[in-house]
């Protein structure tokens, strides 16, 4: 069964680089099938999307998150990679990783299954 | 970016009562439209891809219908565990964007 688990600081201080890991088990990372995403909650709040990587490195970023996101993969220990620079307190969220599936001649896509998610708190 | 307006924001019901979650694209989506739960403290949940194909192993009360900008979420008879706050995404456009979501409480 595929598993996803994020890992990283849960204090990111204002203007830093907050960086986080999703470790992926059960599962090839490597899958032509997959893409896998970033998606975040601030506390009480809704979803955003942040990004998705494809194991070959094609990416996809949210628009409004470019300037600062860099999401990366590591198919030799299957983990994908985001950081984002600059932070704020805006930035403090739940950050999830999930499995992006997106069927090639219908693009159809959707997340699943998810992490369990991490909370980062942007603070001094 | 696309926006999507969920409806209601919350709601109560009971045990077995039959719930309509609805959501609205700002443009059309055709079918590129998801649903997804979550309970509190926990991951969201795929329920329905596709705007009405259910996900593998999401027990069948659940159904989604709708194409183009308007999509409904519907459980056929509300169980325990069903409440939680439901989300729709599309996955039409980059943003990929959510609905507000919908909270499903007991009554």
């Known amino acids: 069964q595929l598993q996803l688990q994020e890992s990283g600081p849960g204090l990111v201080k204002p203007s830093e680089t907050l960086s986080l890991t999703c470790t992926v088990s059960g599962g090839s990372i490597s899958s032509s099938d997959y893409y896998w995403g970033w998606i975040r909650q601030p506390p009480g709040k809704g979803l955003e999307w942040i990004g998705s990587?494809?194991?070959?490195?094609?990416?996809y970023y949210n628009p409004s998150l470019t300037s600062r996101v860099t999401i990366s993969v590591d198919t030799s220990k299957t983990q994908i990679s985001l950081k984002l620079s600059s932070v704020t307190a805006a930035d403090t969220a739940v950050y999830y990783c999930a499995r992006h599936s997106w069927q090639q001649v219908s693009r159809e896509n959707w997340f699943d299954p998810w992490g369990q998610g991490t909370l980062v708190t942007v603070s001094s | 970016d696309i926006q999507m307006t969920q409806s209601p924001s919350s709601l109560s019901a009971s045990v077995g009562d039959r719930v309509t979650i609805t959501c609205r694209a700002s443009q059309t989506i055709s079918n590129y439209l998801n649903w997804y739960q979550q309970r509190p403290g926990k991951a969201p949940k795929l329920l329905i891809y596709a705007a009405s194909r259910l996900q593998s192993g999401v027990p069948s009360r659940f159904g989604g219908s709708g194409s183009g900008t308007d999509f409904t979420l519907t459980i056929t008879s509300l169980q325990p565990e069903d409440f939680a706050t439901y989300f729709c995404q599309q996955t039409y456009s980059n943003p990929w964007t959510f609905g507000q979501g919908t909270n499903v409480e007991i009554k």
């Open positions: 990587i494809y194991y070959s490195g094609r990416s």
